[in-house]
Protein backbone atom coordinates (compact mmCIF):
# COMPACT_ATOMS: atom_id res chain seq x y z
CA UNK A 1 0.00 0.00 0.00
CA UNK A 2 1.40 3.81 -0.70
CA UNK A 3 2.09 5.42 1.79
CA UNK A 4 -0.68 8.17 1.40
CA UNK A 5 -2.80 5.54 2.05
CA UNK A 6 -1.49 4.75 5.53
CA UNK A 7 -1.97 8.45 6.49
CA UNK A 8 -5.24 8.28 5.27
CA UNK A 9 -4.85 11.19 2.91
CA UNK A 10 -5.87 10.38 -0.02
CA UNK A 11 -8.66 7.90 0.89
CA UNK A 12 -12.72 8.85 1.34
CA UNK A 13 -14.12 11.96 -0.37
CA UNK A 14 -10.44 12.67 -0.92
CA UNK A 15 -9.67 9.60 -3.71
CA UNK A 16 -9.92 11.20 -6.78
CA UNK A 17 -7.55 14.09 -5.21
CA UNK A 18 -4.54 12.49 -6.47
CA UNK A 19 -5.79 12.58 -10.51
CA UNK A 20 -6.88 16.16 -9.56
CA UNK A 21 -3.84 17.31 -8.46
CA UNK A 22 -2.18 15.00 -11.67
CA UNK A 23 -3.98 17.06 -13.88
CA UNK A 24 -3.14 20.68 -11.96
CA UNK A 25 0.28 19.92 -12.50
CA UNK A 26 0.04 18.72 -15.93
CA UNK A 27 -1.10 16.11 -17.48
CA UNK A 28 1.54 15.75 -19.94
CA UNK A 29 4.27 15.05 -16.86
CA UNK A 30 7.04 13.14 -18.69
CA UNK A 31 7.27 10.54 -15.30
CA UNK A 32 3.78 10.52 -14.51
CA UNK A 33 2.35 6.80 -13.92
CA UNK A 34 -1.62 7.46 -15.82
CA UNK A 35 -1.63 7.11 -19.14
CA UNK A 36 -1.69 10.77 -21.20
CA UNK A 37 -4.74 11.73 -23.29
CA UNK A 38 -3.21 10.95 -26.65
CA UNK A 39 -1.28 8.07 -25.47
CA UNK A 40 -3.48 4.86 -25.72
CA UNK A 41 -2.94 4.42 -29.33
CA UNK A 42 1.16 4.33 -28.60
CA UNK A 43 0.38 1.79 -26.23
CA UNK A 44 -2.07 -0.36 -27.59
CA UNK A 45 0.59 -0.81 -30.03
CA UNK A 46 3.27 -1.62 -27.30
CA UNK A 47 1.17 -4.28 -25.78
CA UNK A 48 1.96 -7.76 -25.16
CA UNK A 49 -0.54 -10.07 -26.89
CA UNK A 50 0.93 -13.68 -24.86
CA UNK A 51 1.43 -14.42 -21.38
CA UNK A 52 5.10 -15.73 -22.65
CA UNK A 53 5.54 -12.06 -23.92
CA UNK A 54 4.38 -10.51 -20.69
CA UNK A 55 7.89 -9.19 -19.30
CA UNK A 56 8.36 -9.32 -15.22
CA UNK A 57 5.46 -10.18 -12.78
CA UNK A 58 7.01 -14.14 -12.80
CA UNK A 59 4.72 -15.09 -9.72
CA UNK A 60 1.84 -13.25 -11.30
CA UNK A 61 2.61 -14.73 -14.52
CA UNK A 62 2.99 -18.25 -13.39
CA UNK A 63 0.04 -18.27 -10.83
CA UNK A 64 -2.31 -17.15 -13.83
CA UNK A 65 -0.53 -19.30 -16.31
CA UNK A 66 -2.79 -21.87 -13.95
CA UNK A 67 -5.50 -20.51 -13.51
CA UNK A 68 -5.93 -20.28 -17.47
CA UNK A 69 -4.39 -23.54 -18.17
CA UNK A 70 -6.37 -25.58 -15.99
CA UNK A 71 -9.83 -23.82 -17.02
CA UNK A 72 -8.99 -24.21 -20.58
CA UNK A 73 -8.38 -28.04 -19.58
CA UNK A 74 -12.05 -28.38 -17.59
CA UNK A 75 -13.06 -26.55 -21.05
CA UNK A 76 -14.82 -24.02 -18.21
CA UNK A 77 -14.12 -20.55 -17.53
CA UNK A 78 -11.62 -19.26 -15.81
CA UNK A 79 -12.26 -18.05 -11.99
CA UNK A 80 -12.75 -14.09 -12.08
CA UNK A 81 -9.39 -12.22 -11.62
CA UNK A 82 -8.76 -9.02 -9.30
CA UNK A 83 -5.84 -7.20 -11.38
CA UNK A 84 -4.47 -4.89 -8.47
CA UNK A 85 -1.65 -2.60 -8.61
CA UNK A 86 -0.35 1.26 -9.43
CA UNK A 87 -1.11 2.83 -13.08
CA UNK A 88 1.03 1.71 -16.03
CA UNK A 89 2.47 -2.13 -14.30
CA UNK A 90 0.37 -3.85 -16.88
CA UNK A 91 -3.68 -4.29 -15.54
CA UNK A 92 -5.29 -3.29 -19.06
CA UNK A 93 -2.59 -5.74 -20.85
CA UNK A 94 -3.09 -8.38 -18.57
CA UNK A 95 -7.16 -8.33 -19.19
CA UNK A 96 -6.36 -8.56 -22.86
CA UNK A 97 -3.81 -11.67 -22.50
CA UNK A 98 -6.63 -13.39 -20.05
CA UNK A 99 -8.90 -13.09 -23.20
CA UNK A 100 -6.53 -13.97 -25.37
CA UNK A 101 -5.13 -17.15 -23.80
CA UNK A 102 -8.57 -18.02 -23.37
CA UNK A 103 -9.87 -17.76 -27.21
CA UNK A 104 -12.57 -15.22 -25.89
CA UNK A 105 -13.48 -12.20 -26.65
CA UNK A 106 -13.69 -9.56 -24.16
CA UNK A 107 -15.89 -6.45 -23.55
CA UNK A 108 -14.46 -3.59 -21.86
CA UNK A 109 -15.75 -1.08 -19.25
CA UNK A 110 -15.14 0.72 -16.34
CA UNK A 111 -16.67 1.94 -12.65
CA UNK A 112 -17.28 5.38 -13.24
CA UNK A 113 -19.16 4.18 -16.59
CA UNK A 114 -21.53 2.06 -14.51
CA UNK A 115 -23.39 4.88 -12.95
CA UNK A 116 -26.86 2.68 -12.36
CA UNK A 117 -27.36 -1.21 -11.53
CA UNK A 118 -29.29 -1.16 -14.84
CA UNK A 119 -26.22 -0.21 -16.94
CA UNK A 120 -24.98 -3.18 -15.35
CA UNK A 121 -27.39 -5.27 -16.44
CA UNK A 122 -27.74 -4.60 -19.73
CA UNK A 123 -24.46 -4.99 -20.20
CA UNK A 124 -24.23 -8.55 -18.03
CA UNK A 125 -27.30 -9.61 -19.82
CA UNK A 126 -25.66 -9.42 -23.17
CA UNK A 127 -22.52 -11.25 -22.81
CA UNK A 128 -21.97 -14.29 -24.27
CA UNK A 129 -20.45 -17.82 -22.73
CA UNK A 130 -17.16 -17.37 -21.38
CA UNK A 131 -16.68 -13.64 -22.77
CA UNK A 132 -14.40 -11.94 -21.02
CA UNK A 133 -15.66 -8.77 -19.31
CA UNK A 134 -12.99 -6.03 -18.04
CA UNK A 135 -13.96 -3.84 -15.25
CA UNK A 136 -11.26 -1.10 -14.91
CA UNK A 137 -11.22 1.08 -11.92
CA UNK A 138 -13.61 -1.53 -10.20
CA UNK A 139 -12.99 0.62 -7.08
CA UNK A 140 -15.04 3.56 -8.33
CA UNK A 141 -18.44 1.60 -9.54
CA UNK A 142 -21.52 3.02 -7.77
CA UNK A 143 -23.16 1.30 -4.57
CA UNK A 144 -26.05 -0.82 -6.40
CA UNK A 145 -24.46 -1.79 -9.47
CA UNK A 146 -22.08 -3.41 -7.05
CA UNK A 147 -24.40 -5.73 -5.27
CA UNK A 148 -25.90 -6.87 -8.49
CA UNK A 149 -22.13 -8.07 -9.55
CA UNK A 150 -22.06 -9.69 -6.40
CA UNK A 151 -24.77 -11.94 -7.32
CA UNK A 152 -23.85 -12.22 -11.18
CA UNK A 153 -20.27 -13.40 -10.02
CA UNK A 154 -21.27 -15.19 -7.41
CA UNK A 155 -24.32 -17.22 -9.12
CA UNK A 156 -24.48 -15.53 -12.85
CA UNK A 157 -27.92 -14.43 -12.24
CA UNK A 158 -29.39 -11.24 -12.00
CA UNK A 159 -32.72 -9.51 -10.27
CA UNK A 160 -33.61 -6.92 -12.92
CA UNK A 161 -36.15 -4.16 -10.56
CA UNK A 162 -38.89 -3.28 -13.11
CA UNK A 163 -41.11 -0.88 -11.78
CA UNK A 164 -40.92 1.77 -8.99
CA UNK A 165 -41.67 2.13 -5.27
CA UNK A 166 -44.70 -0.62 -3.54
CA UNK A 167 -45.07 -2.38 -7.38
CA UNK A 168 -41.82 -2.85 -8.23
CA UNK A 169 -40.65 -6.57 -8.98
CA UNK A 170 -37.69 -8.42 -9.13
CA UNK A 171 -37.52 -10.43 -12.37
CA UNK A 172 -34.35 -13.08 -11.92
CA UNK A 173 -32.38 -13.17 -15.11
CA UNK A 174 -29.96 -16.13 -15.84
CA UNK A 175 -26.98 -14.95 -16.88
CA UNK A 176 -24.19 -17.32 -19.16
CA UNK A 177 -20.88 -18.27 -17.35
CA UNK A 178 -18.52 -15.42 -17.47
CA UNK A 179 -15.01 -14.10 -16.32
CA UNK A 180 -14.83 -10.83 -14.44
CA UNK A 181 -11.63 -9.31 -14.70
CA UNK A 182 -11.57 -6.26 -12.38
CA UNK A 183 -8.35 -4.17 -12.46
CA UNK A 184 -7.84 -1.32 -9.40
CA UNK A 185 -5.26 1.13 -8.41
CA UNK A 186 -6.89 1.14 -4.87
CA UNK A 187 -7.58 -2.75 -3.79
CA UNK A 188 -8.02 -0.87 -0.35
CA UNK A 189 -11.38 0.66 -1.49
CA UNK A 190 -12.52 -2.80 -2.35
CA UNK A 191 -15.21 -3.57 -0.37
CA UNK A 192 -14.53 -6.96 1.20
CA UNK A 193 -17.36 -8.79 -0.09
CA UNK A 194 -16.44 -8.01 -3.76
CA UNK A 195 -12.79 -8.72 -2.99
CA UNK A 196 -14.08 -12.41 -1.84
CA UNK A 197 -15.57 -12.75 -4.87
CA UNK A 198 -12.67 -13.13 -6.72
CA UNK A 199 -11.28 -16.27 -7.44
CA UNK A 200 -7.68 -15.28 -8.06
CA UNK A 201 -5.61 -11.58 -6.78
CA UNK A 202 -3.19 -10.73 -8.74
CA UNK A 203 -0.61 -8.07 -6.73
CA UNK A 204 1.54 -6.13 -9.46
CA UNK A 205 4.54 -4.92 -8.25
CA UNK A 206 6.69 -1.78 -9.32
CA UNK A 207 9.45 -3.59 -12.02
CA UNK A 208 12.79 -4.64 -11.35
CA UNK A 209 15.69 -2.16 -13.76
CA UNK A 210 16.65 -5.51 -15.39
CA UNK A 211 13.04 -6.23 -16.21
CA UNK A 212 12.03 -2.82 -17.45
CA UNK A 213 15.33 -3.23 -20.04
CA UNK A 214 13.52 -5.87 -21.40
CA UNK A 215 10.49 -3.95 -21.31
CA UNK A 216 12.75 -1.27 -23.37
CA UNK A 217 14.78 -3.81 -25.85
CA UNK A 218 10.96 -4.77 -26.70
CA UNK A 219 9.16 -1.98 -27.66
CA UNK A 220 12.50 -0.38 -29.10
CA UNK A 221 12.23 -3.75 -31.84
CA UNK A 222 8.47 -2.92 -32.04
CA UNK A 223 9.62 0.76 -32.88
CA UNK A 224 12.04 -0.24 -35.16
CA UNK A 225 15.03 2.06 -33.30
CA UNK A 226 18.55 0.49 -32.21
CA UNK A 227 19.41 0.81 -28.65
CA UNK A 228 22.52 -0.80 -27.43
CA UNK A 229 22.51 -2.32 -23.87
CA UNK A 230 23.90 0.86 -22.04
CA UNK A 231 21.24 2.69 -23.23
CA UNK A 232 18.18 0.62 -22.58
CA UNK A 233 19.94 0.38 -19.09
CA UNK A 234 19.74 4.56 -18.85
CA UNK A 235 16.00 4.53 -19.64
CA UNK A 236 15.03 1.41 -17.57
CA UNK A 237 16.69 3.30 -14.41
CA UNK A 238 14.93 6.41 -14.89
CA UNK A 239 11.51 4.60 -15.47
CA UNK A 240 10.02 4.74 -11.71
CA UNK A 241 9.39 0.98 -12.20
CA UNK A 242 6.76 1.66 -14.37
CA UNK A 243 6.77 0.19 -18.38
CA UNK A 244 4.73 3.25 -19.34
CA UNK A 245 7.15 5.31 -18.48
CA UNK A 246 10.01 3.48 -19.99
CA UNK A 247 8.08 3.40 -22.93
CA UNK A 248 7.36 6.79 -22.59
CA UNK A 249 10.72 8.23 -22.09
CA UNK A 250 11.83 5.36 -25.27
CA UNK A 251 9.95 7.68 -27.21
CA UNK A 252 11.17 10.84 -26.49
CA UNK A 253 15.08 9.51 -26.40
CA UNK A 254 14.39 8.28 -29.67
CA UNK A 255 13.22 11.54 -31.03
CA UNK A 256 16.71 13.26 -29.03
CA UNK A 257 18.53 10.42 -31.27
CA UNK A 258 17.09 10.82 -34.41
CA UNK A 259 17.62 14.87 -34.43
CA UNK A 260 20.74 15.01 -32.78
CA UNK A 261 22.61 11.71 -33.12
CA UNK A 262 22.78 8.93 -35.74
CA UNK A 263 19.64 7.47 -34.32
CA UNK A 264 20.78 5.14 -32.59
CA UNK A 265 20.53 4.72 -28.45
CA UNK A 266 23.49 4.53 -26.16
CA UNK A 267 23.88 5.41 -22.87
CA UNK A 268 25.70 8.91 -23.71
CA UNK A 269 22.07 9.95 -26.21
CA UNK A 270 19.57 8.62 -23.56
CA UNK A 271 21.39 10.48 -20.58
CA UNK A 272 21.41 13.92 -22.60
CA UNK A 273 17.99 13.22 -23.56
CA UNK A 274 16.85 12.55 -20.66
CA UNK A 275 18.48 15.87 -19.15
CA UNK A 276 17.00 17.75 -21.53
CA UNK A 277 13.41 17.01 -20.17
CA UNK A 278 15.24 17.10 -16.79
CA UNK A 279 14.51 13.37 -15.60
CA UNK A 280 17.64 12.51 -13.65
CA UNK A 281 18.98 9.35 -13.08
CA UNK A 282 16.79 8.21 -10.79
CA UNK A 283 13.78 9.41 -12.49
CA UNK A 284 13.12 12.23 -10.25
CA UNK A 285 11.65 15.09 -12.71
CA UNK A 286 11.94 19.12 -11.95
CA UNK A 287 8.77 19.15 -9.36
CA UNK A 288 10.39 15.70 -7.07
CA UNK A 289 13.86 17.59 -6.94
CA UNK A 290 12.49 21.14 -6.07
CA UNK A 291 10.36 19.46 -3.41
CA UNK A 292 13.29 17.61 -2.03
CA UNK A 293 16.05 20.59 -3.05
CA UNK A 294 13.29 22.99 -0.60
CA UNK A 295 13.39 20.54 2.38
CA UNK A 296 17.24 19.87 2.47
CA UNK A 297 18.38 23.18 1.78
CA UNK A 298 15.83 25.47 3.20
CA UNK A 299 14.71 23.32 6.25
CA UNK A 300 17.64 21.75 6.76
CA UNK A 301 16.42 18.44 6.33
CA UNK A 302 12.94 18.93 7.98
CA UNK A 303 10.89 18.44 10.25
CA UNK A 304 8.43 20.60 8.34
CA UNK A 305 5.02 21.04 7.33
CA UNK A 306 3.09 20.24 4.56
CA UNK A 307 1.70 23.79 3.81
CA UNK A 308 5.49 25.40 4.62
CA UNK A 309 6.97 22.89 1.86
CA UNK A 310 4.42 23.55 -0.54
CA UNK A 311 4.90 27.21 -0.71
CA UNK A 312 8.78 26.95 -0.48
CA UNK A 313 8.37 25.09 -3.71
CA UNK A 314 5.19 27.17 -5.40
CA UNK A 315 2.61 24.37 -5.50
CA UNK A 316 -0.50 23.21 -3.99
CA UNK A 317 -0.45 21.59 -1.28
CA UNK A 318 -2.28 18.79 -2.87
CA UNK A 319 0.50 18.81 -5.67
CA UNK A 320 3.18 18.16 -3.39
CA UNK A 321 1.43 15.54 -1.18
CA UNK A 322 0.27 13.41 -4.02
CA UNK A 323 1.92 13.98 -7.11
CA UNK A 324 5.68 14.70 -5.61
CA UNK A 325 5.52 12.89 -2.35
CA UNK A 326 4.82 9.30 -3.21
CA UNK A 327 7.50 8.23 -5.40
CA UNK A 328 10.08 10.10 -2.71
CA UNK A 329 9.14 8.25 -0.23
CA UNK A 330 9.15 4.91 -2.29
CA UNK A 331 12.71 5.77 -3.12
CA UNK A 332 13.42 6.43 0.20
CA UNK A 333 14.41 10.26 0.21
CA UNK A 334 11.43 11.54 2.13
CA UNK A 335 9.70 10.48 5.28
CA UNK A 336 6.23 11.46 6.35
CA UNK A 337 6.22 12.07 10.15
CA UNK A 338 3.90 13.10 12.51
CA UNK A 339 5.80 16.63 13.12
CA UNK A 340 6.58 17.18 9.46
CA UNK A 341 7.99 15.75 6.47
CA UNK A 342 11.62 15.17 6.97
CA UNK A 343 14.32 14.15 4.75
CA UNK A 344 16.44 10.90 4.94
CA UNK A 345 19.87 10.95 4.89
CA UNK A 346 19.74 9.47 0.90
CA UNK A 347 18.04 12.98 0.05
CA UNK A 348 21.35 14.64 0.78
CA UNK A 349 23.31 12.31 -1.42
CA UNK A 350 21.11 12.31 -3.92
CA UNK A 351 21.18 15.81 -4.19
CA UNK A 352 25.37 15.48 -4.67
CA UNK A 353 25.08 17.61 -1.00
CA UNK A 354 27.58 16.21 2.15
CA UNK A 355 25.29 15.29 4.79
CA UNK A 356 24.68 17.52 7.92
CA UNK A 357 26.22 16.32 11.59
CA UNK A 358 22.53 15.10 12.46
CA UNK A 359 22.58 12.87 9.29
CA UNK A 360 25.70 11.46 9.91
CA UNK A 361 25.25 7.61 10.95
CA UNK A 362 24.91 7.50 14.65
CA UNK A 363 28.03 6.30 16.78
CA UNK A 364 26.95 2.84 18.08
CA UNK A 365 27.36 4.37 21.85
CA UNK A 366 24.71 7.42 20.75
CA UNK A 367 22.12 4.80 19.94
CA UNK A 368 18.57 6.16 20.57
CA UNK A 369 17.11 4.70 23.98
CA UNK A 370 15.20 5.78 26.61
CA UNK A 371 15.96 9.90 25.85
CA UNK A 372 13.74 9.02 22.89
CA UNK A 373 10.79 8.83 25.41
CA UNK A 374 11.21 12.37 27.18
CA UNK A 375 12.66 14.41 24.30
CA UNK A 376 8.89 14.92 22.11
N1 LIG B 1 4.96 -6.68 -18.35
C1 LIG B 1 4.98 -5.85 -19.40
N2 LIG B 1 5.75 -6.12 -20.46
C2 LIG B 1 5.80 -5.25 -21.49
N3 LIG B 1 5.09 -4.11 -21.57
C3 LIG B 1 4.30 -3.80 -20.55
C4 LIG B 1 4.19 -4.65 -19.41
N4 LIG B 1 3.33 -4.11 -18.56
C5 LIG B 1 2.91 -2.96 -19.11
N5 LIG B 1 3.49 -2.76 -20.32
C6 LIG B 1 3.28 -1.60 -21.18
O1 LIG B 1 2.99 -0.47 -20.40
C7 LIG B 1 1.89 0.26 -20.90
C8 LIG B 1 0.87 0.45 -19.83
O2 LIG B 1 0.31 -0.79 -19.46
P1 LIG B 1 -1.22 -0.93 -19.04
O3 LIG B 1 -2.06 0.02 -19.84
O4 LIG B 1 -1.57 -2.36 -19.11
O5 LIG B 1 -1.18 -0.45 -17.54
P2 LIG B 1 -2.36 -0.38 -16.47
O6 LIG B 1 -1.88 -1.11 -15.28
O7 LIG B 1 -3.62 -0.83 -17.09
O8 LIG B 1 -2.43 1.17 -16.15
P3 LIG B 1 -3.70 2.02 -15.61
O9 LIG B 1 -3.80 1.77 -14.13
O10 LIG B 1 -3.31 3.46 -15.88
O11 LIG B 1 -4.89 1.60 -16.38
C9 LIG B 1 1.38 -0.53 -22.13
O12 LIG B 1 1.79 0.13 -23.29
C10 LIG B 1 2.07 -1.86 -22.07
O13 LIG B 1 2.50 -2.22 -23.34
MG1 LIG C 1 -5.39 0.21 -17.53
Redesign the pocket.
Known sequence: MSSSDEYGTAEGPGAQGADAAEAAYGADRLVGPE?ESDESALEAALRPKELSEFIGQSKVREQLDLVLKAARQRQGTADHVLLSGA??L????L?MIIAAEMGAPIRITSGPAIQHAGDLAAILSSLQEGEILFL??IHRMSRPAEEMLYMAMEDFRVDVIVGKGPGATAIPLELPPFTLVG?TTRAGLLPPPLRDRFGFTAHMEFYEPAELELVVHRSARLLDVRTDAAGASEIAGRSRGTPRIANRLLRRVRDYAQVKGDGVIDRETASRALGVYEVDERGLDRLDRAVLGALVKLFGGGPVGLSTLAVAVGEERETVEEVAEPFLVREGLLARTPRGRVATPAAWDHLGLARPQSQQPPHPSSAPGQQGLFGE
Not at 90 to 93: C, E, L, R, S
Open positions: APGGKTTSDEA
